[in-house]
């Protein structure tokens, strides 16, 4: 429903920050390069000394705690295959993950107003900024933040268009009135034979969302009369992380170990780190110099990397074979959480979807 008392809001003209260094296509939004493609610069560094990569194996008593606790996490599955199963064979199925993670800022500017509230018009005063020389401060590494700021300099004042500077518009409540219909009467002022008692049959009631003056603060300017328009500059420091995991022909699903933790094996962080060669996984060393590779010439055309990170875990994988009541069935515990995996629990008896 649209009401004529309420213009729509316009957008200020964008061409007027046209001539301005570094704003010129402005109108046209989107993410700016940064001034300079960064060069990775990184030298390089020595492979990870041998450590003790070992991760205890799972006990039988380990396994069967967490497939009970896997039954009992499901409101229906009965609890008989996790208590009475007998195990028949573990096998570990120990895989590698590497995480490369990549910390950007990336920058984009927009044309914004708000309600005036005595900022200074300095729109030409002194020459703006260009985006990437206004100041921000990056959060912590490796964390999501997002930042607006007012671009120095671009500031100016103007009436509000959305009441002509009046600062007020029509309550909708009372749609600019005062007051409304009486709920009981519904404006009739009588019920039945006798007269409205709510209203002294008026029909009428006061208006509380204004007060009975029939105008509330305009929305826009929220009261203020006047706007500031400026132009936005949003910064946002995001962090892209990817994860490669070794493959290990166990049957379990490499989307499940994404909610698991391993052993830790390696870690750095950096500018720009260098990818792991000679890793003794050549599995590891080849993702490593793909993703690092992928992600310097991806991430650094549109923003500047600020960090990366890489990691390599050991994730303890067992397959455990059991039998219950005569049948051989098998489930996965996995990762330093012993999360269990299981596909073909034989005892689900009442879920059954309709
Ligand atoms: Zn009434
Ligand atoms: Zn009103
Ligand atoms: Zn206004």
Redesign the pocket.
């Known amino acids: 429903m649209s009401n004529p008392a309420y213009p729509p809001a316009t957008a200020p003209p964008a061409n007027m920050y046209g001539g301005l260094p570094g704003y010129e296509g402005i109108a046209s939004g989107g993410y700016l390069p940064p001034p300079m493609p960064a060069e990775p610069v990184a030298p390089p560094q020595p492979p990870p000394a041998p450590l003790d990569w070992s991760i205890p194996s799972l006990s039988e008593d380990s396994a069967r705690e967490a497939f009970k606790g896997f039954a009992s996490s499901h409101c229906c599955y009965s609890s008989g295959p996790a208590d009475d199963g007998v195990i028949t064979k573990m096998e570990p199925f120990n895989t590698y993950r590497y995480r490369l993670e990549t910390f950007t800022e990336s920058r984009s500017t927009e044309c914004a107003e708000k309600p005036h509230e005595g900022e200074p018009a300095d729109f030409y005063t002194q020459t703006a900024p260009r985006p990437w020389e206004v100041q921000a401060n990056p959060p912590e590494f490796f964390v999501n933040h997002t930042e607006e700021i007012r671009v120095p300099f671009t500031s100016s004042i103007k009436e509000?268009?959305?009441?002509h500077?009046?600062?007020a518009?029509p309550c909708e409540k009372c749609r600019g009135q005062g007051y409304k219909e009486c709920w009981v009467c519904n404006g009739s002022g009588t019920r039945g034979e006798e007269s409205c008692g709510h209203c002294d049959a008026s029909g009428k009631e006061r208006c509380t969302d204004c007060n009975c003056r029939g105008t509330e603060d305009?929305?826009?300017?929220k009261?203020?009369?006047q706007?500031l328009s400026y132009i936005k500059l949003k910064v946002e420091w995001t962090n892209n992380v990817e994860d490669h995991v070794v493959e290990q022909n166990s049957g379990l699903k490499v989307e499940d170990l994404s909610s698991v933790s391993g052993k830790e094996l390696f870690k750095n962080s950096q500018y720009m780190v260098y990818p792991l060669l000679g890793f003794p996984n050549p599995a590891i060393s080849e993702a490593s110099d793909r993703m690092v590779r992928d992600h310097q010439s991806k991430y650094a055309q549109t923003s500047r990397v600020l960090q990366q990170r890489q990691s390599v875990e050991l994730i303890p994988i067992t397959r455990v074979n059991y039998k219950w009541k005569s049948d051989s069935h098998l489930y996965f515990v996995y990762g330093n959480e012993h999360q269990v995996s299981s596909d073909d629990y034989p005892a689900t008896c009442c879920c059954v979807i309709m």
Do not use: E, M, T, V
């Open positions: 509000c268009h959305g009441c500077g009046s600062g518009s305009c929305q826009i300017c009261g203020k009369r706007l």
